[in-house]
């Protein structure tokens, strides 16, 4: 793979970085010299995200899901190619309160799509009742992602959340 002249900052994959019979990604470039900075991340949706350096390369490797691909892609490729460029990347974080009331959260991380509306009381942030990341319309539908902390409790409408803003 790297037996040629490769000028290049960054190699952006996407998909193959999991764990299948088919997701051979992380074995060719680690076989290739890339020093593994992290692999599978406790974030829904993006798991299997995947960074690395081979020699002054920065390797990232996105999850195959288009919606996982999405978020890992504003959340840290982004940002990567804002300081490579000598820019900043500064994200739009929210202050919502919640549409609708939410289950408890796990050990993840989670970027929970929702719709972002101003009222009379500030935002209101209503994230899609289907959260599965191989569903690209509710992400397309999206504004924002409702931001749930690892273990978060159960959080009742109108609570105070957390939203990183898309557009």
């Known amino acids: 793979v790297m037996d040629q002249v490769v000028v290049a900052d960054v190699i952006v994959t996407l998909g193959g970085a999991s764990v299948g019979d088919h997701d051979l990604i992380h074995d060719v470039l680690t076989g290739e010299g890339m020093q593994l900075d992290f692999w599978k991340i406790a974030m829904r949706p993006g798991k299997p995200l995947m960074f690395g350096r081979l020699g002054d390369i920065r390797c990232i490797g996105l999850p195959g899901n288009p919606v996982a691909s999405l978020v890992c892609s504003q959340l840290f490729l982004k940002p990567l190619l804002a300081r490579l460029g000598g820019r900043s990347c500064r994200q739009e974080i929210r202050t ?6 939410m289950h ?4 993840r991380q989670d970027y929970v799509r929702a719709v972002v509306r101003e009222d009379a009381g500030g935002l209101i942030a209503t994230p899609f009742g289907t959260q599965d990341s191989s569903m690209l319309r509710m992400l397309a539908d999206a504004n924002g992602l409702i931001v749930r902390q690892p273990f978060a409790p159960a959080a009742e409408a109108g609570e ?6 898309l557009r």
């Open 104 to 107: 408890a959260n796990d050990l």
């Open 96 to 101: 919502a309160r919640l549409g609708v009331a």
């Open 160 to 165: 105070e959340c957390t939203v990183l803003m």
